[in-house]
């Protein structure tokens, strides 16, 4: 059974602000919008709250299709709403077990459902895997994974997705694309502000974001072109082959990424929308994107051919190419494409800039196929496949001791482990970490990855000077790498000098908006201390929402709403973090600031939200 439960966002505060006004509306919207969709998929309206209802489906794909339906449907309607006049709902989706009991119904699989409507945005849906696995492929719209969530009173973690609901899958005519999208999976992507290929984009398309904003849309870059290279499509007909068609996908991106005249959106930005066919309008529609490059790779044994095109935002293709290359040539074609791209887009290559561009990073074809194997793991880690990364990595190291890559990726794996606390010795680990990346700059001195771990472990060991100096060769290799962009931003925040690290941080987040939590709660502590309480207050948020253990933001949003005059909201905040970090050490948070008045902004706010006192004379 399919269990779906919805409560209005912000209910209180509509209900203060308007009693009878918010009634009348939740009315009409439930006789206009909410039972008519419940009716079309075979729902029954089990109860309903004052501002609550939940639904049970037999078939959980009408579950999720009446969810999207009603969210879609008050989007319209808020469009057309007064500014403040608009109610969003959050909508949780479950499948499992129920006990009915007087037309009512109980049990795990409707306590999810109620935990995950917890966790969904206003407007937003949040399912559980067990409904991804169900309906994936079957909807007009994108998941994305946000991880294992330990939710109240369930004794398993639950991994939760949420629905992007600006991204729809093509109709089944498509005009004269449809030949070409029927048959890719063609995944989405964020950004490209500022393109010159004949005229200049109109730059109101792709203004600042406001304090805190999620970037879900593109934002300048001024007049680099900005490029989305969508995950090409795998066409071996052997999903076992998915890692190597996502590991040129990625490196082809990183070569892009080089060219100092170009912004590249990252990897972890357009992954989640893999084997989702989009339309280029929609895609312009939903996420700014303007120009995008996008392809299938076929591998056999002894070759590798590959389609790709660039197109725009109306689908015409700016340029388009064939390549048939022995197996063993597999970085002439990479080079063949990236070239071929740049040139399309007329950005010229300086012949420094040429060499470190297309350089072929390793001669051992095995060694590469373990490099790719191992690149999952980076990107979503978990304590077991990061183990099974260091496996694949070292072998990948025996086969070609000199392949500089393997030496950055296998100290990514020891860095990892430390952040998340997965290390017995984090100074033992932190040590390999450093060795290893020290050694793939040995290898090869434009190794992006091995710059930025070396960066992290001088932030940790607080060297921040040299950790500056790590990123700024980082930046110069690949200007488009988020995670030297966000290095970078800590950096410069630890050090007082918040606008920059802002800027940086923000920079980072257009290119790759899932930023990891300790870079978001930087962000959130930069705009903290710029005075940005509201932006504060929003990356805390996002993180104690999508992130098990970020106990950490309970800090930054106890003193931001402090700070705001909030102190109910801080006393609660402050209560929230006693009971899940007991630990808590109030004079060591943020004593890494180097700046004093940054450090005694900190502590005010913390002071005003009970979370620190002055020490006492013994303990100075």
């Known amino acids: 059974m399919a269990i779906l439960a919805a409560d209005v966002a912000g209910y ?51 579950a999720v299709r009446c969810a999207v339906e009603i969210q879609r449907g008050m989007a319209e309607r808020n469009a057309a709403a007064p500014p403040g006049g608009g109610i969003e709902f959050r909508i949780g989706i479950n499948v499992g077990d129920i006990i009915i009991e007087g037309g009512d119904i109980f049990g795990d699989g409707v ?10 945005e206003p407007g937003g849906i949040c399912v559980s895997g067990r409904v991804q696995e169900d309906v994936d492929g079957k909807i007009d719209a994108a998941f994305v994974d946000i ?77 680099k072109p900005v490029l989305a290279v969508l995950p090409f499509v795998n066409q071996s007909g052997d999903a076992a ?18 060219f100092s005249t170009m912004t590249v959106m990252s990897w972890n930005a357009v992954a989640p929308y893999k084997a989702k066919p989009v339309r280029p309008g929609e895609i312009s529609r939903a996420l700014g994107v303007r120009y995008q490059v996008e392809g299938s790779i ?27 290359e022995a197996f063993t040539d597999v970085f002439a074609l990479q080079d063949k494409i990236t070239s071929q791209i740049a040139g399309a887009l007329a950005i010229g290559m300086a012949e420094i800039e040429q060499r470190r561009v297309l350089a072929k990073p390793t001669d051992n074809l095995e060694a590469y196929d373990y490099v790719l194997r191992a690149r999952p793991a980076l990107q979503r880690p978990t ?11 070292r072998r990948a190291i025996d086969l070609d001791p000199g392949y500089a890559a393997a030496y950055a990726a296998l100290a990514e794996t020891y860095l990892i482990g430390t952040a998340m ?15 290893l990346a020290g050694r793939a700059l040995s290898l090869n001195a434009s190794e992006v990855r091995a710059r930025v771990v070396l960066g992290r472990i001088h932030i940790f060991h607080q060297r921040y000077e040299q950790a500056k100096a790590e990123m700024d060769r980082a930046l110069s290799t690949n200007p488009n790498d988020a995670d030297g962009l966000s290095g970078y931003g800590n950096i410069l925040m630890w050090l ?19 930023l990891n939590a300790l870079d978001r709660n930087a962000l959130g502590l930069a705009y903290y201390l710029e005075g940005r309480y509201d932006a504060a207050v929003e990356q805390a948020q996002i993180n104690i929402r999508e992130v098990l253990g970020a106990h950490f933001s309970y800090v930054l949003l106890a003193a931001a709403y402090a700070q705001q005059g909030r102190s109910e909201d801080a006393a609660a905040a402050a209560a929230t973090l006693r009971r899940v970090d007991p630990m808590f050490d109030p004079q060591a948070f943020g004593s890494k600031l180097q700046k004093p008045s940054d450090l005694e902004h900190l502590r005010d706010g913390l002071r005003k939200a009970g979370l620190y006192a002055l020490p006492s004379p013994a303990q100075r």
């Open 12 to 62: 209180s505060r509509l209900m203060g602000t308007d009693e009878e006004g918010t009634l009348t509306r939740l009315k009409e919207l439930q006789r206009a919008l909410i039972e008519p969709r419940i009716a079309d998929h075979r729902g029954r309206v089990v109860k309903t709250t004052g501002d609550g209802i939940l639904v049970e489906f037999a078939s959980v794909l009408e």
């Open 111 to 120: 306590n999810v459902a109620a935990r995950l409507e917890g966790l969904a």
């Open 147 to 223: 991880g294992e969530h330990k939710l109240k009173n369930i004794a398993r973690p639950v991994r939760v997705f949420r629905l992007r609901l600006n991204s729809s899958k093509p109709k089944a005519h498509m005009g004269r694309y449809g030949a070409f999208y029927s048959a890719l999976a063609v995944t989405l992507l964020l950004l490209l502000g500022g393109l010159w290929i004949g005229q200049r984009l109109q730059p109101s398309l792709f203004g600042t974001l406001a304090p805190g904003t999620r970037p879900t849309r593109t934002a300048e870059f001024g007049a």
């Open 241 to 258: 082959r998915d890692y190597f068609v996502d590991g040129l996908t990625q490196d082809l991106i990183s070569a892009l990424g080089r």
């Open 298 to 324: 076929h591998q056999t044994s002894d070759r590798v051919r590959v389609a790709a095109q660039l197109v725009d935002m109306d689908g015409r293709v700016l340029w388009s190419a064939r390549f048939d």
């Open 383 to 393: 304590r077991s496949n990061i183990v099974e990364a260091r496996t694949l990595l």
């Open 421 to 435: 606390g997965w290390a017995q010795s984090p100074t033992t680990f932190l040590n390999q970490a450093e060795g």
């Open 496 to 514: 007082g000098q918040t606008d920059a690290a802002i800027e940086a941080l923000e920079q980072a987040q257009r290119i790759n908006a899932e």
